[in-house]
């Protein structure tokens, strides 16, 4: 996989913090956005980077099993991401 240049890994970036923000990525697919940001292969990222098994990403991003929270802290890691409560819906002001 080869690596995206700089504009748009620029861009890149830019879409995956705005659709975490927007709550419209789910855990796997901001996981694989990830991954992809840096053009690297399964195999490659999880245990190059993320220090994971390749059977750990591939059932994160495939809304597979249930990773422990060590594991989420180590994928989110590399883009300055933490593990935390995020609200489903806002409150509507009255």
Known sequence: MKRPDKESL???????????????LTLG???R?????LGMNR??????I?????DALQDIETEK???TLKTLQKVG???GLDVGFVRKEKEQAN
Not at 33 to 37: D, G, N, P
Not at 43 to 48: I, L, Q
């Open 10 to 24: 620029k861009k890149m970036r830019k879409e995956l913090f705005e659709g975490i923000d927007n709550g419209e």
């Open 29 to 31: 697919q901001a996981t």
């Open 33 to 37: 956005r990830m991954r992809k940001t």
């Open 43 to 48: 195999r490659v990222y999880a245990e190059t």
């Open 50 to 54: 993320l220090k994971i098994s390749h």
């Open 65 to 67: 099993g249930n990773p």
């Open 77 to 79: 890691k590399p883009f």
